[in-house]
Every structure is written in structure tokens, then in C-alpha cells.
Nanobody
């Protein structure tokens, strides 16, 4: 199983980024998907998650969506702040929760840096 995240980078405060995560090696539509993040020296933090169908999500500040035909989940981040700087990880699991231990697969992460 691979979860390949992309779309990170450097952005100014107030700007936007859209992260993508392409999944392979699993039946994508059978998994809830989510995003976590971790900043240097800080605990891993839940961002948002979405159900297998895409109809339900565990709400967060950013917007998650998925395209089951493309095996891809997206994270739309608007009004970014310097404190959003972190490595963002794509995850796959049985159900959409905010608990990291409930997810079976983790991607390699993509760096998001927000400058002030």
C-alpha cells in the first residue's frame, strides 16, 4: 500500500494550498481517509477525515474531499497561518476518526511552510 502525498510548499500567511494524496495497493473506496500533521517538537495532530463514500466528514478547519474514481483525497487549506506549518500526512483506515491509532496506513508526508 502506498499513499503518495503532494502539493506542499511555501506559502505566505493568508494564502491557500491544496494537497493531494494518491492511494495505490488498496481498494480506495473501502477506506476512510484523513489528514494529520506534525510540526517540529510538537505532537501529531488530527486535521480532518472523510468517510468512504465522501458523504460524511469529521470536521476541521480545512476542507477534505475525495475522488474514488481517481483514488485520490484532497485537502484544501485556505487562510493559512504560520502555525499551520507542519508535515502533513495522508492516512487510510476503516472509519473516519480523529484518533491516529485507528488508521491502518500512513503516507510519507508533505511539508507545508507558511511564512508570516
Amino acid at each position: 500500500v502506498q499513499l503518495q502525498a503532494s502539493g506542499g510548499g511555501l506559502v505566505q500567511a493568508g494564502g491557500s494550498l491544496r494537497l493531494s494524496c494518491v492511494a495505490s495497493g488498496l481498494t480506495f473506496s473501502s477506506y476512510a481517509m484523513g489528514w494529520f500533521r506534525q510540526a517540529p517538537g510538537k505532537e501529531r495532530e488530527f486535521v480532518v477525515a472523510i468517510s468512504r463514500s465522501g458523504r460524511d466528514s469529521v470536521k476541521g478547519r480545512f476542507t477534505i474531499s475525495r475522488d474514488n474514481a481517481k483514488n485520490t483525497v484532497y485537502l484544501q487549506m485556505n487562510s493559512l497561518k504560520p502555525e499551520d506549518t507542519a508535515v502533513y500526512y495522508c492516512v487510510a483506515g476503516v472509519r473516519p476518526t480523529s484518533v491516529p491509532q485507528t488508521y491502518d496506513y500512513w503516507g510519507q508526508g508533505t511539508q507545508v511552510t507558511v511564512s508570516s
